[in-house]
């Protein structure tokens, strides 16, 4: 699997370094008040936390499981999106994404995403893509619904952030219905 995709002019999604770990965590602590609504991991992100995680995304390229890359925008991380595993056995990934509130508005992660089902479908030969997403986080929950995902239920209190837990909306995408949208 390839280390870089590209996205648009000016933008590509590009397998984390150590080196990026200070920009990376950075980024998190910028933006920590908005990820830690939606993410479980964001309200304790440590700098070591964040070299780890850059190491984990590491070993997931390298054993073919997984592809969590930086989105770079003009050189610099402005989010994260990518395949947090891949079951190779079913044909199948999810995908997962956030971007620095400075940088929303803009389509970047909708078309970081558009990218990767594109690999999903095309280079990795998957047969499904799935995204979830807080049923009550709505900018989120755009990107698969403007992308021809379907709304395939809600999973009921299944993601625990803090002292609450959030219903997850479940979409999901076939190979054959993205070559049928002509997307």
Known sequence: MRDRLAVSDGSELRLLKEADADELHRLIEANGTQLAHWMPWAADQTPEATLAFIRLTRRQWETNEGFQAALICDGAIVGMAGFPGINWAHGSTAIGYWLDGGHQGRGLITRAVRAL?????????????????????????????????????????????????????????????WVEEGA
């Open 117 to 177: 089902v594109d690999l999903a479908f095309g280079e990795l030969e998957l047969h499904r893509v799935e995204i979830r997403a807080a049923t009550d986080n709505r900018r989120s929950r755009a990107i698969p619904e403007r992308l021809g995902f379907r709304e395939e239920g809600v999973l009921r209190e299944v993601e625990r952030i803090g002292a609450r837990y959030n219903d997850l909306v479940v979409y999901g995408l076939l190979s054959s219905e």
